[in-house]
């Protein structure tokens, strides 16, 4: 059993900057595809950032070159450093860990982003 607690969300202007965190517990965080998803209200979650083990990123067209997934694989920990905030990024954000060699999954409980002015 993995559990996954995010924070760093908040109300940030425009332009600004935040610096998500997911805390994983279990013993399985360094051979686990991190991954942060959101979701605005009246859409569907949709997949923001992706690191795996070896560390290899992906990220979503609509973030890419704003947002940078990293991992502290002694500190078990993921993060998202989310810098040039539009108001089109509020959501909640959620910290998920996948399990490639099992197949499980895990999710973390939400936090929410909200960019105004």
């Known amino acids: 059993q993995v559990q996954l607690v995010e924070s760093g969300g908040g109300l940030v202007q425009p332009g600004g900057s935040l610096r998500l965190s997911c805390a994983a517990s279990?013993?399985?965080?360094?051979?686990?595809?991190m991954r942060w998803f959101r979701q605005a209200p009246g859409n569907q979650r949709e997949l923001v950032a992706a690191i795996t083990s070896g560390g290899n990123t992906i990220y979503s067209d609509s973030v890419k070159g704003r947002f940078t997934i990293s991992r502290d694989n002694a500190e078990n920990t993921v993060y998202l450093q989310m810098n040039s905030l539009k108001p089109e990024d509020t959501a909640v954000y959620y910290c998920?860990?996948?399990?490639?060699?099992?197949?499980?999954?895990?999710w973390g409980q939400g936090t929410q982003v909200t960019v105004s002015s």
């Open positions: 998920n860990a996948y399990n490639p060699f099992t197949g499980d999954t895990y």
């Open positions: 279990g013993r399985t965080f360094s051979r686990s595809t």
